[in-house]
């Protein structure tokens, strides 16, 4: 442990950023927080924590970097040619720095400014995600009439979001089953929703269940439409 202390202490004399890699590695049961690793973040030696290894998300790293403010790692760790299926992309850490700079990617790092990305989900703090989401869909009402209405929405993004309209004081939707659904990237979609009376509110409250603002837990939002 001295050994380590004394490597990554020069690291942060430096100035460098240091996160932990693969916490879950050779751990079957997901992953451990030891004595050792306590110390090395009490003594503020690592900034940062991988919750992505490859395409593996583990919860429990999750709810470790909001528990102790670290910053979220994802990372390939494929050392021969990436090979993916069609529509899938390698895990990825998504880092909102302020310019294209060595100096500004540093300092978003330190602060935390990340999300990250595998298997078409997003793990990340709300402030982020919600943004992310809402900037990539383009929405608009096609259809009021006094029993439905129906919205159009087109993801603008590569991304897709699996939405689930959830119970809503004025609509609900037969049409949609419990997993919601699915708009694909570059995509172009239409709802149609029952009225639950005469109003026509211009908002409805959803589930985007691919981002996750905590471990286990999706992002919920308010999707408005003219």
């Known amino acids: 442990p001295s050994h380590i202390d004394e490597i990554l ?9 240091t996160f932990w890699n693969h916490p879950a590695y050779q751990k079957p049961d997901g992953a451990e927080w030891d004595s050792i ?3 090395l973040y009490e003594k503020g030696l690592f900034q940062g924590i991988e919750i992505i290894n490859s395409n593996l998300y583990v919860p429990i790293v999750h709810k470790w970097a909001d528990e102790k403010g670290l910053t979220k ?5 494929w050392h021969s040619n990436i090979r993916t299926r069609e529509g899938w992309h390698r895990g990825m850490t998504i ?14 790092l330190f602060e935390g400014r990340t999300i990250c990305y ?9 402030k982020y995600l919600e943004p992310v989401f809402h900037h990539s869909l383009k929405i608009r009402k096609l259809s009021d009439t006094d029993k439905k209405v129906i919205i159009e ?13 959830e119970n809503d004081d004025h609509y609900t939707s037969s049409r949609i089953n419990a997993r919601g659904v699915v708009v694909y ?7 149609s929703m029952d009225k639950k009376n005469s109003n026509s509110p211009k908002e409805i409250r959803v ?20």
């Open 95 to 108: 880092v909102f720095a302020r310019e294209r700079s060595a100096e500004a990617l540093k300092e978003a």
């Open 207 to 226: 589930k985007v269940n691919n981002l996750h603002v905590k471990a286990g837990e999706p992002l919920h939002t308010i999707i408005h439409f003219d």
């Open 73 to 77: 790692m994802a990372n390939t760790d």
């Open 9 to 17: 202490s020069a690291g942060k004399k430096l100035g460098a950023f």
């Open 118 to 126: 595998t298997s078409n989900y997003l793990y990340g703090e709300q």
């Open 37 to 39: 690793h306590q110390s």
């Open 153 to 165: 929405i087109h993801n603008t993004s590569g991304m897709p979001y699996e939405i689930i309209p």
């Open 185 to 191: 990237g570059n995509e172009t979609i239409a709802i």
